[in-house]
C-alpha cells in the first residue's frame, strides 16, 4: 500500500484565494482525521471522519474551513478565504477503528500551506 | 480531553545514552500510543500499549503503563542520531488528540 497520499506537498497561495487540500487514506480504513501544525499551537485536531461521516469538527477554526468526506477513499480540507495565519502544514491521517478498538493511525507527509 | 502531555518539552543527549520521555493524560483510556516525528515529515507509529499492560518492549523502546498515576513513559536505549526527533504520545480514544511532544536531540 502506498500508504496516506496527500496533495499538494507545498501550496503558495494569495490572500483571499481558495485553497483545497486532497487526501487518500489507506485502503480499509474507516476513521480519517485532519491535522494542522504550527509552532506556536503544535498538532491541532481539526475534524475527525467516522464511516465517511463527521463525527467532531470542533478543531475547525472558523468557518472559513471545511472538510468533506464523498467516500471512503476521498477527503478534502478547503479554506475560503485563506488568510495569512493559515499558513501552516496540514496532515492527514487514517486508521482502522474497530468498535472499541483504536488502532494505529498513519500519517500523510502532509502539504504545507504558505499565505502570502 | 483525551489529549497526552509530553515532558520534558526538549532532551539533549550524547549518542548511546539512553533518553526517557514521560506522558501525562486525564481520562480513562483503551490504549496509548507513541508516534515520533522527524522535521518536516508526518508522524510515524511506534509503540501501542493497551490499559491492561504495564510494559511493552519493541528493539531500542521499552513501554511502561500507570494507569493509577494516568501517566506513560518511552525510554530509548542506547540512543543514535538518526533517533533525534520529536515524540508524541496519544491517548487513543476516539479523537486521537496530540500534546506538544517533546524534541529529542541525539549528539554524535
Known amino acids: 500500500d502506498a500508504g496516506v497520499i496527500q496533495s499538494p506537498r507545498h501550496e503558495v497561495t494569495e490572500m483571499g484565494q481558495e485553497v483545497t487540500l486532497r487526501c487518500k487514506p489507506i485502503?480499509?480504513?474507516?476513521?480519517l482525521f485532519w491535522y494542522r501544525q504550527t509552532m506556536m499551537r503544535g498538532l491541532e485536531l481539526l475534524i475527525y471522519?467516522?464511516?465517511?461521516?463527521?463525527?467532531?469538527d470542533s478543531g475547525m477554526p472558523e468557518d472559513r474551513f471545511s472538510a468533506k468526506m464523498p467516500n471512503a477513499s476521498f477527503s478534502t480540507l478547503k479554506i475560503q478565504p485563506s488568510e495569512p495565519r493559515d499558513s501552516a502544514v496540514y496532515f492527514c491521517?487514517?486508521?482502522?477503528?474497530?468498535?472499541?478498538?483504536?488502532?494505529?493511525?498513519?500519517f500523510g507527509q502532509g502539504t504545507r500551506l504558505t499565505v502570502v | 480531553s483525551q489529549q497526552g502531555e509530553e515532558d520534558p518539552q526538549a532532551l539533549s543527549i550524547q549518542e548511546g545514552e539512553n533518553a526517557t520521555m514521560n506522558c501525562s493524560y486525564k481520562?480513562?483510556?483503551?490504549?496509548l500510543q507513541w508516534y515520533r516525528q522527524n522535521s518536516g515529515r508526518g508522524l510515524v507509529h511506534l509503540i501501542l500499549?493497551?490499559?491492561?499492560?504495564r510494559e511493552k518492549h519493541s528493539g531500542r523502546l521499552r513501554v511502561t503503563l500507570d494507569t493509577s498515576k494516568k501517566s506513560s513513559s518511552l525510554l530509548i536505549t542506547a540512543s543514535r542520531a538518526a533517533d533525534t526527533a520529536s515524540y508524541f504520545c496519544?491517548?487513543?480514544?476516539?479523537?486521537?488528540?496530540f500534546g506538544a511532544g517533546t524534541r529529542l536531540t541525539v549528539k554524535p
Open positions: 491521517a487514517s486508521r482502522r477503528a474497530t468498535g472499541a478498538v483504536n488502532t494505529e493511525a498513519f
Open positions: 485502503s480499509g480504513h474507516n476513521s
Open positions: 471522519f467516522n464511516n465517511n461521516v463527521p463525527i467532531d
Open positions: 481520562t480513562s483510556i483503551n490504549n
Open positions: 500499549i493497551r490499559s491492561n499492560e
Open positions: 496519544a491517548t487513543a480514544g476516539d479523537f486521537m488528540r
